[in-house]
């Protein structure tokens, strides 16, 4: 497959394809060979079959986004890049104007006009014989594509919160966030209890257990004390991962014997559980296996772990939530690593296996250039969270996150070696504002769906080892950004289930 790119009608002199991939019909990344040659983008894949580019490509006006054209064939033609990016966003909104129910827009008559001159302007693309000229009327397609799809999708989501509201049925954990086992002072932990209805304490093994047989239960102990003693639901998270940073270095010598390793996995949630069984209220049984498996375990012994994960931690801790967490939801490590699972697969598998897990978790960052973490809009965030609706298990926002500005951060998880600017940017470039403004849209979209039952933070404050860059809601010196602001405000305005007993009137003896 080959595309030709114009950049404001003249062909792309060279583009950054970093993150790009192909997608099979199916909607699963392909391994596939990606370069730019003589003005071309060269797609070189092994399975046959239709697919689709997925790259970062800015919108002027809009943003630089992750998207993807509509299912191609092979083709020894080259492709407009432009024409197939807006086709696609067309063929999206028109997909979900049909699973929402939009089909009559007369109640919002500035969306209709939009979407019809959209249509109009990739018609004409079509006939245009010059690619320059069809380019043109393609971007400018695609540009008022973007920006309805957006309003489609908070229209749609404001109609839904609005039913919410009124059945009042937010659980009273709906707002959450990651603690910071070692910052303890005051004015962090005032402003936890402040913002959120539950906490999330780390459960990572490579500190509880440094060394086989000798652990270390300090800082854990001293948490679980001190939200028990303030009241604050407690969330443990993850009790199984199997990336670097939460795997201890001497479980690597059974690498290659995955009965030892489930052994070793089987006695340390046993020991969590036991320990902390009474405290916690959910607990994220297993994470991210589905795409970061340091040890190269194979699918179905990834599923037996997560079927001993959920069943014991339901054996131990039979009151509490039990959730399997998914990260990177669109799968896009798929394409580069063909030993993990697609992250769609994973749920369902885990759905139809009958193992017993009471929901899934879900985690959305943006603004890194790593696989997962490209910059996404409002419309693909939707229709990801729309996908979870069909396994019939509740959703948890396991974790969120997106920076407040495009500056080095040599506090961050990867130690200010990313550019916030190369994994793309939504409208415009990062600031305190625009990551309020994410925030607010993201929770009436997330929240909207009745089956989403809790959203979580990732960092409150931008401290030392933060995971994004200006990710956390607060800045270094604990003071608060503006999307702090807005999450107590939207927090405060939630109806939640005792506001309803509070308002029914008593009964008459």
């Not at 009608?9 to 392909?30: C, Q, R």
């Not at 040659?37 to 992750?66: E, H, N, T, Y």
């Not at 209709?112 to 069809?134: H, I, M």
């Not at 920076?403 to 506090?411: I, L």
């Amino acid at each position: 497959m080959r595309f030709r790119a114009y950049i404001d009608g003249k062909p792309a002199a060279s583009l950054n394809l970093g993150g790009s991939h192909l997608v099979g019909s199916d909607g699963v990344p392909l391994l596939a060979e990606i370069g730019f040659k003589d003005g071309q983008i060269v797609c070189s894949k092994r399975p046959q079959g239709p697919a689709g580019l997925s790259l970062l490509w800015q919108v002027k006006g809009f943003g630089k986004l992750m998207l993807e054209t509509t299912r191609l064939p092979d083709e020894d033609a080259c492709y407009n890049l432009n024409v197939e990016l807006a086709r696609s966003r067309l063929l999206r909104i028109a997909q979900k104007r049909e699973d929402w129910g939009l089909f009559d827009l007369s109640e919002i008559p500035e969306l209709e006009a939009g979407l019809d001159k959209s249509r109009d302007l990739f018609v004409e693309s079509l006939k245009a014989e010059d690619p320059a000229a069809a380019s043109k009327l393609a971007d400018q397609s695609l540009l008022l594509s973007c920006d309805i799809g957006e309003k489609l999708s908070l229209y749609h989501a404001d109609a839904f919160m609005a039913r919410r509201r009124q059945s009042a049925s937010f659980s009273r954990r709906t707002f959450g966030c990651a603690v910071d086992l070692l910052t303890v002072s005051e004015g962090y932990q005032r402003r936890l209890l402040e913002g959120f209805d539950f906490l999330q304490i780390p459960i990572v093994w490579r500190r509880v257990e440094p060394k086989e047989q000798e652990f270390n239960w300090g800082q854990l102990d001293a948490w679980v004390e001190w939200l028990t003693k303030h009241r604050v639901p407690i969330k443990a998270a993850p009790l199984v991962a199997f990336n670097e940073g939460n795997v201890p270095d001497w479980l690597y010598i059974w690498e290659h014997d995955f009965e030892t390793v489930r052994d070793l996995v089987y006695d340390h949630i046993n020991r969590v559980a036991e320990r902390y069984g009474n405290y916690v209220h959910s607990w994220e049984v297993i994470s991210a296996i589905h795409a970061e498996n340091c040890f190269n375990f194979n699918f179905e012994q990834l599923m037996e772990l997560t079927r001993m994960a959920a069943t014991l931690t339901k054996q131990l801790s039979p009151r509490s939530t039990t959730i399997v967490n998914l990260i990177a939801p669109w799968g896009e490590y798929y394409a580069r690593n063909q030993r993990t699972i697609p992250p769609m697969l994973y749920a369902d598998m885990a759905v139809q296996s009958g193992i017993n897990f009471d929901a899934f978790g879900l985690q959305f960052f943006f603004g890194v250039p790593k696989d997962g973490m490209y910059v996404r809009d409002l419309l693909q965030i939707s229709s990801m969270v729309d996908r979870f609706a069909l396994l019939g298990k509740p959703l948890h926002i396991t974790a969120v996150q997106v920076p407040s500005t495009t500056t080095a951060d040599e506090w961050d998880a990867w130690g200010g070696n990313l550019s916030v600017e190369d994994a793309g940017f939504w409208h415009a470039a990062w600031t305190e504002e625009l990551q309020a403004r994410w925030l607010r849209d993201f929770i009436r979209i997330a929240l909207s769906r009745p089956f989403v039952e809790s959203v979580a933070w990732r960092d409150l404050a931008d401290y030392e080892g933060h995971y994004l860059p200006h990710g956390g809601l607060l800045n270094r010196d604990l003071s608060p950004k503006k999307a702090y602001a807005e999450l107590l405000r939207i927090r405060r305005s939630l109806p939640r289930p005792e506001d309803k007993r509070r308002k029914r009137p008593s009964a008459r003896r």
